[in-house]
């Protein structure tokens, strides 16, 4: 009975790990490839999407990937293939032995798409890998305009922006906490994914309508986690702490870790079984954070001892994590989150020892928002506009002189900055240092300015 079980457990998992599911919801939502002919393939050979097994991820600092397989730097790059690139806009491939009348043919057929279709390019093109992708066909501008913005809900323009005004705007406590959620929940994400080694969904048949996370493994989601992670904690810190029905917020944190969830297929980054996994994982790492999230915000305002386990334990755990096979953007992201946490953590410290918290007392509880009036709005967006703007200017700085100072440290070159920063000696202090110095900003210092301002 439980061998049965589990065997039916793992084919279900391998069903939903399948590309196939993943096109098949791409087309449904009206993504269309522009797949080339397949190259040639010795007879009886099976296509590489329906080998069994993992995928090698190649790597390597000069190679251009495409949508979801390495090609030669030198090879035309459409959707992960090799080949003549003239495809139909229907997204079927000619045959391999194709006239030029049939090539004619495809042309009058792209000069013909209807109005409401448009030829896109892969979002986000990510400097340090060289990944560009291949156009791709959109019929269905709503929905692709949907799931952008979903998936931008899991990317760092949006934690820049959604931290702050969480934390000088509303509520200071429940940003704070928000941030050690989302950087253990993206620490515990990335380091799963280079232990559990899964490649991105095969293109073709999938077409990637993003390729800035093509480098990374899989499984699970980090889009997923964090997409989920952070509503759901969002809305267990401030239910009870503000006034609202308990409806309305559970429907919020619902729909938009559903948003972030769907987007990660519609983009061709993920399975079907990576994405629950991603939101299932979430869920059980909330469930541990639940009880103990209270002590540890405690523990970094009081504890004399806080500013060294703070440091300690966001460094040495980000080292034994980064075992990477090959270079990946996850390295970098995790040292992102770590040293953003760090930063943040460091002060809330520094905050609470200067007699600088701005938690408002218990009795105050529970919160509700104020009458919006003009004068509200403008000094809203004055502290978002001038905060954010220290934020960014402070990242532009700490890298203009972070990279060059530890390029000279370990001996680099520092005229290619991407190379430079795919050297681990080069990205994780980088990354630490940048970020750390930005999360310190945003909960100690942009506040403080705030108050000689007279904004806060």
């Given at each position: ?6 065997r ?13 599911h ?5 087309r449904?939502c ?7 002919d397949?190259p ?27 949508n979801g397989?390495?090609?030669d730097?030198n ?20 045959s391999s032995?194709?006239?030029p ?23 986000r ?12 066909l959109i ?10 913005f ?6 760092e ?10 934390f000088?705007?509303?509520d200071p406590l ?7 959620v ?7 994400g ?5 232990m559990v080694?899964w ?8 077409v ?9 493994y899989?499984?699970p989601?980090?889009?997923?986690m ?20 308990f409806?309305f ?17 519609y ?14 994982y979430?869920l059980?790492?909330?469930?541990f ?6 002590k540890?915000?405690?523990f ?9 386990v703070?440091?300690i ?5 980000g ?14 992201d995790t ?6 946490g ?7 410290h ?7 918290l ?26 978002f506009l ?25 001996g680099?070159p520092?005229?290619d900055v991407?190379r ?9 202090p980088?990354r630490y240092?940048v970020?750390?110095v930005v ?7 942009v ?10």
């Amino acid at each position: 009975m439980a061998n049965d079980f589990v065997r039916s457990f793992v084919q279900m998992c391998n069903y939903l790990q399948e590309p196939c599911h993943v096109a098949r919801f791409q087309r449904l939502c009206g993504v269309q490839g522009t797949f080339p002919d397949r190259p040639s393939q010795p007879e009886g050979a099976r296509p590489e999407a329906d080998r069994p097994g993992l995928r090698k991820r190649v790597q390597g600092s000069d190679a251009a990937v495409g949508n979801g397989a390495a090609v030669d730097a030198n090879a035309a790059q459409v959707n992960g293939m090799q080949g003549d690139v003239t495809a139909r806009p229907d997204g079927s491939s000619p045959s391999s032995s194709s006239s030029p009348s049939s090539s004619s043919s495809a042309a009058a057929e792209a000069a013909n798409v209807d109005s409401e279709t448009a030829r896109a390019k892969p979002l986000r093109r990510n400097s340090l890998t060289g990944d560009v992708g291949q156009e791709f066909l959109i019929h269905n501008k709503f929905l692709f305009y949907l799931f952008t913005f979903g998936t931008e809900l899991g990317n760092e323009m949006f934690f820049i922006v959604f931290f702050p005004f969480l934390f000088w705007n509303i509520d200071p406590l429940v940003s704070r906490r928000l941030i050690v959620v989302w950087a253990w929940n993206l620490f515990v994400g990335q380091s799963t994914k280079d232990m559990v080694r899964w490649s991105r969904p095969a293109s073709p048949p999938v077409v990637k309508v993003e390729v800035f996370y093509n480098s990374e493994y899989s499984m699970p989601s980090t889009h997923a986690m964090t997409g989920t992670a952070i509503p759901f904690c969002l809305f267990m810190l401030t239910y009870g702490r503000w006034e609202y029905p308990f409806l309305f917020g559970f429907c919020v944190a619902l729909g938009w870790s559903v948003l972030v969830c769907v987007s990660r297929v519609y983009m061709g980054m993920h399975s079907i079984l990576e994405v629950i996994t991603g939101f299932l994982y979430s869920l059980l790492i909330l469930a541990f954070f639940q009880p103990v999230l209270g002590k540890i915000d405690t523990f970094y305002m009081m504890d004399h001892y806080a500013p060294l386990v703070i440091i300690i334990s966001h460094v040495s755990l980000g080292l034994v994590a980064f075992s990477l096979d090959s270079w990946s953007t996850s390295r970098g992201d995790t040292a992102q989150a770590l040293g953003t946490g760090a930063g943040a953590a460091l002060a809330t410290h520094v905050n609470y020892q200067l007699g600088l918290l701005l938690d408002p007392p218990l009795s105050a509880l529970p919160l509700t928002l104020p009458p919006i009036s003009v004068g509200v709005v403008v000094r809203s967006l004055l502290r978002f506009l001038i905060g954010v703007a220290v934020l960014l200017v402070t990242r532009m700085v700490m890298k203009a002189v972070t990279i060059p100072f530890l390029c000279r440290l370990f001996g680099l070159p520092s005229d290619d900055v991407r190379r430079a920063r795919q050297h681990m000696k080069v990205e994780l202090p980088y990354r630490y240092i940048v970020y750390s110095v930005v999360g310190f900003s945003c909960v100690s210092v942009v506040p403080l300015l705030f108050r000689i301002l007279y904004l806060a």
